[in-house]
């Protein structure tokens, strides 16, 4: 489990303060985004600094610490 004081808690919350979000265009085309891109650059953000390379191992860490 992760402390709540932890660098990587601090460093995720700061990316949710200062992120903001693009107007949405009408009328895009495909299928509806799953997750925001903010949620996916917290993702990718971990997974940098864990060094988790594989979807795999990355989920399991993610689920582990939730």
Same mark, same amino acid.
């Given at each position: 489990? %992760?402390?709540?004081?932890?660098?990587? %808690?601090?460093? $995720? *919350?700061?990316?949710?303060?200062?992120?903001?979000?693009?107007?949405?265009?009408?009328?895009?085309?495909?299928?509806?985004?799953?997750?925001?891109? *903010?949620?996916?650059?917290?993702?990718? %953000?971990?997974?940098? $600094?864990?060094? $988790?390379?594989?979807? *795999?191992?990355?989920? *399991?860490? $993610?689920?582990?610490?939730?």
């Amino acid at each position: 489990m %992760i402390a709540a004081n932890s660098v990587l %808690i601090e460093l $995720l *919350r700061l990316i949710g303060m200062v992120w903001t979000e693009a107007e949405k265009e009408k009328g895009e085309r495909g299928a509806p985004k799953v997750y925001s891109d *903010r949620t996916m650059f917290k993702v990718y %953000i971990v997974s940098l $600094l864990k060094q $988790l390379w594989q979807s *795999r191992s990355l989920c *399991r860490y $993610l689920k582990g610490t939730a």
